[in-house]
């Protein structure tokens, strides 16, 4: 067709190699690439858009949203250009210069193009259970990243009129540089590979990290930053490959288990520690939590005692129930009674070495929620509960003194001068 059309021009008297031949070329090229934008533009790409925006699948609605088509428009132009300028000025000094700029509009169309998909991709997952499993948006940019350094080197690669692999040679001296210009975007897709690979970090997990003040919800995972969102509504940011660098504390185990724990201690003051008398403990028998335990414990003392030959009224020989003991045992059952407590995760009332404050009697259980308003209330309605019970058995809360409890001695106490003459005075 080019060479019917060379005889044509020359039957009109136009050389193939003047300017007013290439001039009528370059306009038949011109508008075949007008007539190709109007009917990818105005009737292909317009169509499907309108199909897939009403489409039930909710992909194809999200391509329709990220301007796919129009770049995907515009990278076929460019291909169908460069046929063009390579059919119809293929004996033309121009041909050079515009298959030049064609191929570069076209490398940076189809890098939209990828951007675009990129983009519908990561906003059809992350409305997904999918995306949680690993940050995608932290993959995506490492995509670009990637996708835009390569073309970057094939436009220059173009412009120059050399190899990419000879650029590529070339750019090996400056890897020293380049390396410190882009330390951190390669840091965080290092990071944000092993962040996915292991499973260590997801988007909506419950982050932990004192070290940045962070202390909250995982909100987005970048190529170089992590968003959390705390919870006094701050946002802190990281650095992506400080997750790797440092420690954190990740609670999602916890979320997914159902279950949070609840370790909290109460101090017995050690004076108020004894052995029950028999009144004592007939008062404690009428308690529902303790009168199976009482009566088990009472037949185990009396057994021992009786296989030991111990007759003494001394409370120093043989074996007597204490309060603390017979508290810590109604701790246990009034747990394993409780409606909101966990009973296939550990259940425990335990004793801890005491120190200046008391005896610490320490509540180790898991609620059935990992709510936080909800965990809130149960573990206050638990202590209430001991705070209000300890009474009960004879035993007192630490409690450090106060201004108003040494106000109070001072003012009950009679103070007298050392050197007074009125002795009483």
Not at 22 to 43: Q, R
Not at 88 to 116: E, K, V
Request: charged share 15%; with cysteine; aromatic share 10%.
């Amino acid at each position: 067709m080019h060479d019917y059309f060379i005889r044509q021009l020359a039957v009109w008297g136009i050389g193939h190699d003047t300017w007013q031949a290439n001039l009528i070329l370059a306009g038949m090229v011109a508008v075949c690439a007008v007539l190709l934008h109007l009917f990818l533009h105005l009737v292909l790409f317009r169509f499907l858009g309108n199909r897939f925006a009403r489409a039930k699948s909710s992909f194809l609605k999200t391509l329709a949203e990220n301007r796919l088509f129009t770049h995907l428009a515009y990278t076929i132009q460019g291909v169908v250009l460069n046929g063009q300028l390579r059919l119809w000025l293929a004996d033309s000094a121009w041909r050079d210069g515009l298959m030049t700029l064609t191929n570069c509009l076209t490398l940076i169309a189809a890098l939209f193009t990828l951007f675009a998909l990129l983009d519908a991709v990561q906003a059809y997952f992350s409305r997904h259970m999918a995306a949680q499993h690993f940050p995608l948006r932290g993959l995506v940019q490492s995509v670009k990243l990637i996708a835009a350094i390569g073309i970057g080197i094939l436009l220059v690669s173009l412009l120059l009129g050399q190899s990419p692999m000879v650029l590529l040679g070339s750019l090996g001296a400056m890897t020293a540089v380049l390396m410190l210009v882009f330390k951190d975007p390669i840091m965080g897709l290092v990071a944000g590979i092993q962040l996915s690979a292991n499973r260590m970090l997801h988007v909506g997990d419950w982050l932990e990290m004192p070290k940045y003040n962070a202390d909250g919800a995982v909100t987005d995972i970048g190529l170089t930053t992590v968003k959390v969102q705390n919870w006094d509504n701050t946002v802190t940011t990281i650095p992506t490959y400080a997750l790797i660098a440092d420690s954190f504390k990740n609670w999602r185990a916890m979320s997914e288990s159902g279950g949070r724990r609840i370790k909290r201690p109460v101090y017995i003051d050690a004076a108020s520690v004894h052995f029950l008398s028999p009144e004592e403990i007939g008062r404690l028998r009428q308690s529902r939590l303790l009168a199976d335990y009482l009566a088990e414990r009472e037949k185990e003392v009396a057994d021992f005692n009786r296989r030991h030959q111990i007759t003494s009224d001394s409370r120093l020989n043989g074996r007597h129930l204490t309060n603390l003991g017979t508290f810590r045992a109604y701790l246990q059952h009034y747990l394993q009674q409780n409606p909101h407590i966990r009973q296939d995760m550990t259940l425990m009332v335990r004793q801890l070495e005491a120190d200046g404050r008391g005896i610490p009697l320490e509540v180790y259980c898991f609620t059935n929620t990992v709510a936080w308003g909800e965990y809130e209330a149960i573990q206050a309605d638990i202590f209430d509960h001991i705070f209000a019970v300890a009474g009960e058995f004879a035993l007192q809360i630490y409690q450090a003194p106060s201004g108003n409890d040494v106000r109070s001695l001072a003012d009950s106490a009679v103070w007298k001068h050392p050197y007074s003459a009125n002795p009483d005075a």
